[in-house]
């Protein structure tokens, strides 16, 4: 595994559409049946063609190459919260720290953009379990939970952060 310095950028390419959809492929997390990584290729090349300025994508970087990218927007209607879309990191760099730097980098940006709290939901299948760890970890609390939501035995868990100080 290569120990180059990993490094963050905001301005997206097109090169990144491919990497994305790899890195989302890589993880086993998504189900293409339901459209999620079609959804975020959609998301992300809306940012690219101009066609969306709502969302932020955050890219990571290591050695050039993409390994992880976040991405968020101001919740509607709201003073000062956030949504995260995605937060995604590529199977061979999982816990190597990538993921808790890319909400770092996020936590940043919020804040610089007055945000003083985000949220972000995620499945409640076992197979997620390292995932709300994760987030628990960096500082996220579970704030609710809808039964049966994905489908069937697989509830959708509602996590939030404070980023005031």
Known sequence: ??????????MAKESDLLCARKIMESTGFFDQVDDEIDS???????????????????????????????????AVCTDGYYYFDWIVVSQEERGR??????LKEAFREIRERGGRKAYLQTAGRSQYIPTHKFYEKYGFILEARLSDYYVKGDDCLFYSISLES
């Open 40 to 74: 975020a290729m959609e998301d992300l090349n809306g940012v690219l063609n101009g066609s969306d300025r709502h969302h932020t994508f955050i890219f990571a970087e290591r050695g050039g190459n993409v390994v992880g990218f976040l991405c968020f927007r101001r």
């Open 97 to 102: 720290g990538v993921g808790g730097k890319l």
């Open 1 to 10: 595994m290569d120990d180059k310095e990993l490094s963050f950028r905001t």
